[in-house]
């Protein structure tokens, strides 16, 4: 009986591994094809964790680093772990990183809001400094104070293409 050839697997030998570090602006490409938004990965975690702060305007074509770069995350639309498949696929173009200008301090792990699905009980989440799977507390939280928090949680790459196709439509939202 002849044997089936066998079906090339996804290694990391074939897979295309880029290599970013914090401090890196990136554009992700708008679900709806009218252009680009921006982030910036703020911590490299384990096994493609990253935590990312997302902004707008809008770019219409693909922006450059002078474009997109800040020097504090004033201005966030979206913050959150993502995992870096996109970072990795290099369908999220790097930008690169100001020499010299990245400062982590400016751009901390945020408490984050974990909402039960069930109860609708709400919880800050305070993750250990450098390390985004490790939390150091979880304390009771009211509506009021939660609806400044950003979502607990690990959104993929498609997620974070959806979310801020989302919140960067709309004419007065392009640059």
Known sequence: MARKPKSPKASSSNVRRIAYREGDWFLIPLRDGSGFGA???ARVGRRGVTLGYFFGPKHAGRASLVDVERDAPTGAVLVGKFGDLGLIRGSWP????????WARERWPIPE????DVISGSRRKVIYVEGDLSTETATIPIDARDAADLPADGLMGF?????RLTNLLEGPDREH
Do not use: D, H, N, S
């Not at 790097?94 to 200008?101: A, D, E, K, M």
């Open 112 to 115: 984050f809001v974990r909402t």
């Open 94 to 101: 790097l930008l690169g990183q100001t020499p010299g200008r």
């Open 39 to 41: 982030g910036v990965v």
């Open 158 to 162: 498609g997620a974070v293409e959806i």
